[in-house]
């Protein structure tokens, strides 16, 4: 599923035009990356939660040509999944 999918399905299930359905899609993701990018956390009871995990810098190496680089410090979007989401994934046959 992506975005597009994401608003036809909201669209229909409570008989929304897709520009409203886009219009609320899209809020939803700026107010998630806005509270992340702040340093916040976001949990969402029954599927997850994201966080920002840091990461120090470390020796790396150019898998082209081999030379060794320097990586620098780095912030990345972690997700941690939620029980009851983990539970249905693995019950699927």
């Known amino acids: 599923m992506n975005k597009a999918d994401l608003i036809i ?5 409570e008989n929304l035009t897709e520009t409203q359905a ?12 806005d509270t992340l990018t702040s ?14 995990r840091n990461y120090a810098a470390y020796d790396g190496r150019n898998p082209k ?5 320097k990586v620098a410090p780095k912030k990345l979007p ?3 999944v939620g029980k009851e989401l983990k539970d249905g994934v693995n019950s699927m046959k």
């Open 65 to 69: 040509t081999g030379q060794g680089i």
């Open 22 to 33: 886009a219009s609320i899609i899209t809020i939803i993701f700026k107010n998630f990356t």
């Open 39 to 52: 340093g916040g956390r976001i949990e969402i009871r029954g599927f997850g939660s994201f966080v920002v």
């Open 78 to 80: 972690f997700f941690k």
């Open 9 to 13: 399905k909201l669209a229909q299930k």
